[in-house]
């Protein structure tokens, strides 16, 4: 439990250097059960945001080459990126 505490403040840290004040532009679809955000920060122009939910393999990171986004067939993950960019498009990382 106490791993768990470290990794999520060194992440919260992370973010905050790197990704305050960024803007949410939009939501894809990257593979089965992982997602990625797009965000427009100023200083370092486009930063794709990906996190997994798979049970095995989850992970969160940031890309700054654009993504590449093939075809996935997987509804569950395609409904969440929806409600993700509906809910998150233009919101503001503070």
């Known amino acids: ?6 990794m ?3 992440v919260v840290r992370e973010l ?3 990704l305050k004040s960024s803007v949410v532009r939009s939501a894809k679809v990257v593979a089965p059960f992982s997602v990625a955000l797009a965000l427009q920060v100023r ?6 945001l990906t996190a997994s939910a798979h049970s095995r393999y ?12 093939g075809e996935v067939e997987h509804p569950e993950t395609e409904r ?3 409600v ?3 809910h998150l498009e ?5």
Do not use: C, P, Y
Request: charged residues 20%.
């Open 1 to 6: 439990m106490l791993i768990d505490s470290l």
């Open 8 to 10: 999520l403040a060194a």
């Open 16 to 18: 905050n250097s790197d």
């Open 43 to 48: 200083s370092r122009g486009r930063i794709w």
């Open 58 to 69: 989850a992970h969160i990171g940031w890309h700054q080459k654009s993504l590449t986004v």
């Open 80 to 82: 969440f990126a929806e």
């Open 84 to 86: 993700l960019e509906r």
């Open 90 to 94: 233009q919101a503001r990382f503070i």
